[in-house]
């Protein structure tokens, strides 16, 4: 019986495991929210705790250890030690969602309440700075507020959107290093997000992080310049590469080979049923800056590289391996193109597909537990064939999913592995 790491090796070499491999909680698009998790402790009469937001934006919950050994989890992440909304987790206090399900989340998590319930969230634990995030009245999460100053053509300057993209710093170096031998020692797997890696991530264009973004950070405004203004766009892409090489060689420098994956990138160029740029754009525009760091970690290290984009993205996946790209997340079976039999038939010996193990849209949120186990299966034989597959949901499992669908899901998965 191989142990997770090696299972998870032996899919990132497309060479068939023991049993699939499962990941859950290792990246930010691979999570489990809060009230799931505190749902399955419950289910499974485990220590009743706290369960930590480690990730507020999405209400993301730590799986802690005795978890992972039930689930069967196996692999390990690695996170930024600041969140999307720039404060680290650290000093954990309770704090009491509207659904009533009490978390720790960390102690410059600074919220105020409007007059209509919604919660906003405030960049660096700042309450004098405008609020960067709005979880509406017993909502789930929170949706990042556009804090777009008025643009003036003439005075647009690339480095107003380079703000966040700095050098390493001494303590981030000695964070991650910590953190990757902690991890490393679990015997499973490690992914890692190092941040800055993801040019053009949506999600990261109004900055939530900053106290007071400047250059372009409204979202639609931001695909409109990916059009009329490349070349702004192209001298931020151009500076923020240079200084994500420069730290990952920092980062290299202390960590080695220690990590498996690292997560690149989280932009998004799918819709359902097709997607945001062409294949030209692509090209153009942002496989230059992707080719420039996926080249250089194959070149020095051992880990695998991770593109999550949601959607209907099949016209752009060889795109994406032209890229250097080793894997795809979350796999959206759902969006049109991307049926899995065809996925792995046509690209499944370039591309580790880690997701699309059932359909979070419909299957895992309304469909009944046997429905989610045939699922489960049938997406595990049709993936898992000669490796290239880690388990997942297609993203992040939601807080309102039924906990009776979810345990159907892991069950399904014990019951591949003979368990």
């Known amino acids: 019986m191989m142990t997770s790491k090696e299972r998870v090796l032996a899919a990132l070499r497309h060479q068939q495991p023991d049993a699939v491999p499962v990941d859950f909680g290792s990246t930010a698009v691979t999570g489990i929210h809060v009230q799931i998790i505190a749902a399955l402790r419950d289910h499974y009469g485990l220590e009743k705790r706290l369960v930590k937001a480690h990730e507020p934006y999405q209400m993301l919950g730590t799986i802690d250890e005795d978890l992972k050994q039930v689930l069967g989890i196996d692999l390990e992440g690695v996170v930024p030690p600041e969140t999307m909304f720039g404060f680290r987790n650290e000093n954990w206090r309770p704090w009491r969602l509207d659904g009533g399900l009490e978390v720790l989340v960390p102690e410059n998590f600074k919220i105020t309440k409007e007059p209509n319930g919604d919660t ?249 537990p046997e429905q989610v186990r045939e699922e489960v299966i049938k997406r595990c034989e049709i993936f898992g064939k000669d490796g290239g597959f880690i388990f997942n949901t297609v993203h992040n499992i939601q807080g309102n999913v039924p906990v009776k669908n979810v345990v159907a899901m892991f069950d399904a998965l014990k019951e591949m592995r003979g368990l």
């Open 120 to 368: 906003l969230i405030y960049p660096k634990g700042d309450l004098t700075a405008p609020a960067s995030g709005r979880m509406p009245k017993n909502g789930f999460f929170f949706d990042s507020i556009i804090r777009q100053d008025p643009i003036v053509e003439e005075d647009l300057d690339p480095r107003d959107n380079q703000e966040e993209f700095t050098p390493i710093s001494d303590s981030d170096l000695d964070y991650f290093e910590a953190e990757v031998k902690a991890k490393a020692k679990t015997g499973r797997a490690v992914m890692a997000t190092f941040g800055g890696l993801a040019f053009g991530d949506i999600a990261l264009v109004p900055a939530p992080f900053l106290k007071h973004p400047k250059g372009i950070r409204d979202i639609e405004e931001w695909y409109v310049t990916t059009l009329t203004r490349p070349s702004y766009v192209h001298a931020i892409f151009e500076k923020q590469c240079e200084v994500a090489i420069e730290n990952l060689m920092k980062l290299h420098k202390r960590i080695g080979d220690s990590v498996n994956a690292a997560f690149i990138c989280g932009t998004d160029f799918g819709t359902q049923w097709s997607t945001f740029c062409s294949v030209d754009t692509y090209k153009s525009l942002y496989h230059p800056y992707y080719k420039r760091v996926n080249d250089w970690i194959h070149i020095h290290t051992t880990w695998k590289t991770f593109k999550h984009s949601c959607g209907s993205v099949i016209s752009l996946i060889p795109s994406f391996i032209d890229s250097g790209f080793d894997i795809l997340n979350p796999v959206q079976c759902s969006a049109a193109g991307m049926e899995p039999e065809n996925l792995k038939q046509e690209f499944g010996a370039d591309l580790v597909f880690w997701g699309g193990g059932i359909d979070t849209q419909k299957t895992l949120m309304f469909g009944t």
